[in-house]
């Protein structure tokens, strides 16, 4: 019973586990770790934060409705198939896109302040505001990002010629 095998056993490079009461085998393929996962940490609200693709978290209120389309462009390293890539400090031509799903309060943060022997005792709390966003795509080699000088030189708009004004004319008393 146990001789049938839906692949080839000479050829399998992984683990065969054998079930001898239901007379079973079961095969598990060799991991192949030449394949790596695309990475990124980007700045997110004042965080860093590593992101892979399709990648669910919660960051710091952001703004947007849900189910809109933000981007970060603030891309401090990225590993691409083991290729690492090191901002100075951001990388260039780089951005991750990701949708907000939803916005939520995070758990209640307890404060509770005492002094000992004297009878004063408070309690606040909080809580905090998180939007919770998934990460839809790496985005690699976009558009290079204009310096802010020479955008600034685009921005401004050629002078209409206008004639000088006349010097007005000075008196001298003596």
């Known amino acids: ?12 490079k992984g ?11 079961f095969a598990l ?5 030449n394949h790596r996962i695309m990475f990124a940490i ?6 860093q934060m590593k992101v892979v693709k399709d990648q669910k978290l919660y ?3 952001l703004e947007g409705e849900e189910g809109s389309q933000v981007e970060f462009s603030q891309v401090l390293l990225l590993d691409e198939d083991g290729k690492v890539t090191v901002g100075t400090p951001l990388l260039d031509g780089v951005s991750v896109s990701a949708k907000i799903l939803a916005h939520v309060k995070g758990d209640k943060v307890l404060v509770f ?3 000992r022997r004297k009878g004063y005792q408070t309690l606040n709390g ?3 505001f998180f939007s919770q966003i998934q990460i839809e795509s790496i985005v690699t080699g976009g558009k290079k990002k204009k310096t802010t000088r020479a955008a600034k030189e685009e921005t401004i708009l050629p002078e209409a010629e ?4 006349e010097d007005p004319q000075v008196t001298t008393e003596n």
């Open 113 to 115: 302040k005492k002094k």
């Open 126 to 128: 909080h809580r905090q």
């Open 29 to 33: 393929p060799k991991k192949n770790h």
């Open 162 to 165: 206008t004639p000088a004004p």
């Open 42 to 47: 980007v700045d997110i609200a004042g965080q």
């Open 1 to 12: 019973m146990l001789q049938k095998y839906s692949f080839d056993p000479k050829n399998f």
């Open 59 to 61: 960051v710091h209120r």
């Open 15 to 25: 683990k065969l586990i054998v079930d001898k009461k239901k007379d079973s085998i």
